[in-house]
Each structure stands twice: as structure tokens, then as C-alpha cells.
């Protein structure tokens, strides 16, 4: 799987979009971008995948670049619940697995 | 039901003592998933069982045996663990292993070891 990388923290204000980017410049052509999150001493939880096109849905936003080699996840207004550390993950299709990275770690302030 | 659920939440135990972990899903899921995580660390993949057979031990130590009774249930069994193995115990699953797509988590039980 495709390496990423990410800042390791991230403030946003309560009510502003956060925008956490991705860098995943090993990508290959069958590779996933998947999205979870991790809120304090719970399990991790999905938030959005995507291959190529942008996709959204009621959590989320993920933009990808054309040539695939990044990718911002979108919180369009991002509460205090939205605090929380953010893992970009590649993967293949190769066995649905995920290998989780570093992470973001974003706070959202009031 | 889209729910992972996991037993214990927490744990404690001595370094002779044995002891499961227990993972539960209804979702018709095939593919069930063991992680532990560290403190301040990201989770890492222990063992992934497909249609209940185990497909990856990430050379965890035999320490930790993984167990699938049938497709709803994974246990962890625990024994002669060291202190360093205390941790985060995630369990998770997914529709198939083959196919790309959510993997569902628990909440964790938390391990420590005395």
C-alpha cells in the first residue's frame, strides 16, 4: 500500500470548514483513498473513500487531485464533536485491510 | 444492527493469568479484523480472518491466539502477556476481505498487564 503523509495537528474554529490534506505521491492506479477518524478512546470510524472522482456525503468531502497524488478531506462546518485524529489510508485491493498512518490530529475550537 | 461489540471494555491481568477478549458482529459480515494500539499511536493490523479461517498474522506472538467460532464471533485469547502489552484491543469488521469497503470498529477493550 501507498505511503501517506500528514500534518500531525490541525486547529480549526467552531463553525469554519476544516480542510485536512494528504499526501499519498506513491499512489497507484488501483488504489483507494479512505478516510477515518478517531475520537477520544473510541474505535476508529469511516468517513468517506474515493478512487478518482470527488466524492461527498453527509460527513464529508474528499477532494482528489487529478494526478491522484493528494487528497483534502472537507468538514463543511466542523463542531467541537469533530475533534478528533484524522487517518488518510491507501490501499488495494488486495485484501480490504487498512494500514494507518500518523494521523491529523485536529481540535476544533470554540 | 451495525454495531461491532466488544467484551470486556476493560481489563486487567497478571502476567500468569489467561484471559479472552471477545468480538461480536450481526451484520452478515465475513471478514473480521484484531488491532491494538498504543497509546498516542495509530492502530496496527494484528489478524484478519475471511469466512473463519485466518488469512494474516502479522507475526503477532503466540501470546495472543485469535479464535473465529463461526462468522459472528472473534475471540483473542490472552496468556503469559508482558507489561508491554498493554493497550488498546480493537476489533472490527467488513463485508469481505476480497472486497474494498468499510471496516466497522468496536470500542476497544483496554488491556493492562500487571
Known amino acids: 500500500d501507498a505511503k501517506t503523509t500528514q500534518p500531525p495537528s490541525m486547529d480549526c474554529a467552531e463553525g469554519r470548514a476544516a480542510n485536512l490534506p494528504c499526501n499519498h505521491s506513491t499512489i497507484s492506479g488501483n488504489e483507494y483513498v479512505y478516510w477515518y477518524r478517531q475520537i477520544h478512546s473510541q474505535g476508529p470510524q469511516y468517513i468517506i473513500h474515493?478512487?478518482?472522482n470527488n466524492e461527498t456525503n453527509e460527513m464529508a468531502s474528499l477532494i482528489i487531485t487529478e494526478d491522484r497524488k493528494s487528497s483534502t478531506l472537507i468538514l463543511p462546518h466542523a463542531t467541537l464533536r469533530d475533534t478528533a485524529v484524522y487517518y488518510c489510508i491507501v490501499h488495494n485491493n488486495a485484501g480490504n485491510m487498512l494500514t494507518f498512518g500518523g494521523g491529523t490530529r485536529l481540535m476544533v475550537k470554540p | 444492527d451495525t454495531e461491532v461489540t466488544q467484551t470486556p471494555k476493560h481489563l486487567v491481568m497478571g502476567m500468569t493469568n489467561k484471559k479472552s477478549l471477545k468480538c461480536e458482529q450481526h451484520m452478515g459480515h465475513r471478514a473480521m479484523y484484531w488491532y491494538k494500539q498504543k497509546a498516542k499511536k495509530p492502530p496496527e493490523l494484528m489478524f484478519v480472518?475471511?469466512?473463519?479461517?485466518?488469512?494474516i498474522n502479522e507475526s503477532v506472538p503466540s501470546r495472543f491466539s485469535p479464535e473465529c467460532p463461526n462468522s459472528s464471533l472473534l475471540n483473542l485469547h490472552l496468556h503469559a502477556l508482558q507489561p508491554e502489552d498493554s493497550a488498546l484491543y480493537l476489533c472490527?469488521?467488513?463485508?469481505?476481505?476480497?472486497?474494498?469497503?468499510?471496516?466497522?470498529f468496536g470500542e476497544g477493550s483496554r488491556l493492562t498487564v500487571l
Open positions: 472490527a469488521s467488513s463485508q469481505d476481505f476480497r472486497i474494498p469497503g468499510e471496516l466497522f
Open positions: 480472518y475471511s469466512y473463519e479461517k485466518l488469512s
Open positions: 474515493g478512487l478518482k
